[in-house]
């Protein structure tokens, strides 16, 4: 299927991965630098349950760029390992630690995630994934000297859990205005965004965005989609980090296209982005209810402006394509 019905395998911020359960728990918080009147330039956000034997690695990685204006929000979904203690091993005092009494889901804890954070910008990181060195202040320059734009995006390395890399991922390329970003990814029913690990957004831009727990795979994307709503989009065009492959990861555990089928069409609907192509899209890679969802919208996706849009994000493939093939090839000076 090419990239058409691409879920990011980056790691979930607003979607299921977290399971659900009421294990009862003292709530924690600690706070290492006393100075919560303090707002920093940027927050790195990481909602994390029980990846503890990961964490070291992703803050590790934060504190390796170099930068004095930002703070670091941990906020732990219940975990049942030793997630605070390694934390607290760390005694920096950019470091904000908040324990939720019980689990309450993946998507809320992103939320807590956003309403906890104190930066002008906002960076998510999920627990498993490491940054690679540099990447905050090349997202950062791009928010601080282009107002305009409201989120910034990566390419990053998929690696195993061992952190040896397998490959790597690249996202829409460039600069664009957020609309035709929206239209790429609604129109072939793909996310070419990324996952939270990738992206780095204004805080502005997300006033009154949470992400929706009724999605089961495509809330980060939602998310992604509302933030473009409110601004351009940037695109650094390198790796920004190693997207660590496990058994828990939404790599591993991705639907069948049918249910991707099905959270696109709900995605296209609260969005009123039907149009030719991905009503041939879903019609193709969705089973029999997708095919009657398509038939009830086909004369509305099937105006002079909506073909436009088909149009536009069939070019928009090509580009991205050739982009990438000239890039693979291109000669590097020994």
Known sequence: MMDVLRHSSSSSLFGSRSRVCRDKAEPSSFDFSNMTGEEPLLTIAIPTFNCAHFLPDAIASILRQGMDDFEILIVDNASEDNTEEVVRSFENRRIRYIRNPSNLGACENGNRCLGNSRGRYIKFLCADDVLLDGILRKQ??????????????????????????????VEFPGAH?????????????????????NIMIRRAAAAGVVGDATYRLLADLKFNLQILEH????NIDEPG?????H????YVTNCPPE?????????VSEFNWWNPLNCVLASLFGGTESRRVVKEHWRQACTPGRLAGSLEASA???YKRLLRFFNERRVVPV
Do not use: W
């Not at 980090?241 to 492959?245: A, K, N, V």
């Open 140 to 169: 950062l320059n791009v928010l601080e000297t282009r107002p305009e734009v409201a989120l910034v995006t990566c390419n990053y390395l998929s690696t195993d859990r061992n952190l040896n890399i397998e490959g790597v991922c």
């Open 241 to 245: 980090y190693l997207y660590r492959r």
């Open 316 to 318: 928009d493939l090509v």
């Open 247 to 250: 058994p828990n990861s939404d």
């Open 231 to 234: 601004g351009a989009y940037v």
């Open 177 to 197: 205005p957020g609309r035709r970003v929206i239209n790429f990814c609604l129109s072939r029913m793909t996310n070419c965004v990324g996952g939270p690990s």
């Open 259 to 267: 249910i991707h089928v099905h959270e696109y069409l709900r995605l």
